[in-house]
């Protein structure tokens, strides 16, 4: 059973920077894919960064050349880069992971992934 704990939220200005972190445990590292998602109030969560077994990332429009998703496995942590934070980031960020046989088809989607944190929670003033 895969277990996740997110950390790092905060509030920042706009402009600002944070980084999340997702300290994970029980998977198997060559078969895992991650990512992380973000649910605002009043609005569905969305996906905002993946990165599958492979290495290979996928970002949502929204976040692209803002955000960056990366993984230590010494460390057994994911982690989501923030840089030039909006008003329109502020939202509950979470971390999601899957061992399923083959890598997502559709990564930034909440079907592709079994497990979840609880959330960590970025605020972005203007």
């Known amino acids: 059973q895969v277990q996740l704990a997110e950390s790092g939220g905060g509030s920042v200005q706009t402009g600002g920077s944070l980084t999340l972190s997702c300290l994970a445990s029980?998977?198997?590292?060559?078969?895992?894919?991650w990512a992380w998602f973000r649910q605002a109030p009043g609005k569905e969560r969305e996906g905002v960064a993946a990165v599958d077994r492979d290495g290979s990332t996928t970002y949502a429009d929204s976040v692209k050349g803002r955000f960056t998703i990366s993984q230590d496995n010494r460390k057994n942590t994911l982690y989501l880069q923030m840089i030039s934070l909006k008003p329109e980031d502020t939202a509950m960020y979470y971390c999601a992971a899957d061992e399923a046989r083959l890598t997502p088809v559709e990564p930034l989607e909440e079907y592709e992934y079994d497990y979840w944190g609880r959330g960590t929670q970025v605020t972005v003033s203007s």
């Open positions: 029980g998977y198997r590292s060559n078969r895992c894919d």
